[in-house]
């Protein structure tokens, strides 16, 4: 019984020498569909409110929560015309939070599906992402 006090004692000094991994920051990217708004948190805190443009007449946004699943710098769309798609943050087969260049079209539904920011927006949350980690991420979409 004394060793596994002893055992349990160490384990609990030794938590301040873990690796910061182990403690990795929570990111939420909060897309609200009907008001074109991404809200990120970091921490439980609010970091940005951005606007955006997810699925036009005829494209829908998948609405669920996912993580990030992969990222990609200079992404280009092998389904429409290989569109640019900066910034790249994949959340669900092909559906991605990245940036676009038709920054007048944001705040109202303008894309294929994927959720578009402003490309300055974009870097900063695909740079966030890379430092929490794809597994730490998290991407809520709602209506």
């Not at 569909?33 to 998948?62: A, D, L």
């Not at 940036?99 to 994927?114: N, W």
Request: overall charge positive; aromatic content about 12%.
């Amino acid at each position: 019984m004394k060793k596994l006090f002893f055992a349990g004692l160490l384990a609990l000094a030794l938590i301040p020498f873990a690796s910061a991994s182990a403690f990795a920051a929570k990111l939420v990217a909060k897309v609200d569909i009907s008001t074109q708004t991404m809200v990120v948190s970091q921490n439980g805190r609010v970091k940005y409110k951005w606007p955006v443009s997810t699925g036009r007449k005829g494209y829908s946004t998948p609405t669920g929560t996912y993580s990030a699943k992969w990222l990609s710098r200079h992404h280009r769309s092998r389904k429409y015309n290989n569109a640019p798609m900066p910034y790249a943050v994949f959340y669900h087969g092909g559906y991605a939070v990245h940036a676009t260049y038709e920054t007048k079209r944001l705040g109202r539904p303008a894309s294929h599906g994927c959720v578009r920011l402003a490309p300055e927006h974009a870097a900063k949350f695909f740079a966030l992402v890379q430092q929490t980690g794809n597994s730490n991420t998290r991407i809520v979409i709602s209506h």
